[in-house]
């Protein structure tokens, strides 16, 4: 979620006045983040406290407005903010440097070796998609379950 120089795309309901404040600050201290792990250096841990002082500000202030919106907006934003708490858990492990310098990128032109490459490099796994993913994420499994079929038939 964060990969991109933390360029986020807020869902809608958190674009309402009420957040911009810690939406903000927030935007701003995650790409100070990124901009340091990309420099190859360790995210300073007051900006790793700012970060989640104004994570939590926006959660609470989106629990605060829950009965106020409409649902389908609140579940959206909801989703939106556990991916973003998991790229800022992501931010405090010691290995997230692997995210920023290409060591922890998938590698392969055919299914196999991608499954190769993510095999043999330690930290590599998949994940849900991240917003605006959705599509990649979907080919790729296809492209998955045409590979598992095809060693089932071998197998036989």
Known sequence: MIKNDAKLRWPEALMAAMFEEP????????RDAVADLKDRQPVASTTLKDIEGDFRALSEKLNDSADVMAPSQYIEAR?????????????????????????????GKTVAELIGNMSKKEGLLFAPAAQGDEAAYRSLYYALRAFEAGLQVAQK
Request: hydrophobic share 35%.
């Open 23 to 30: 939406r903000t600050r927030l935007n701003s201290k995650l």
């Open 79 to 107: 989703r939106f903010l556990n991916q973003l708490q998991d790229a800022i858990r992501a931010l405090k492990d010691r290995n997230v440097q692997n995210y920023f310098n290409n060591t922890w990128t998938a590698r």
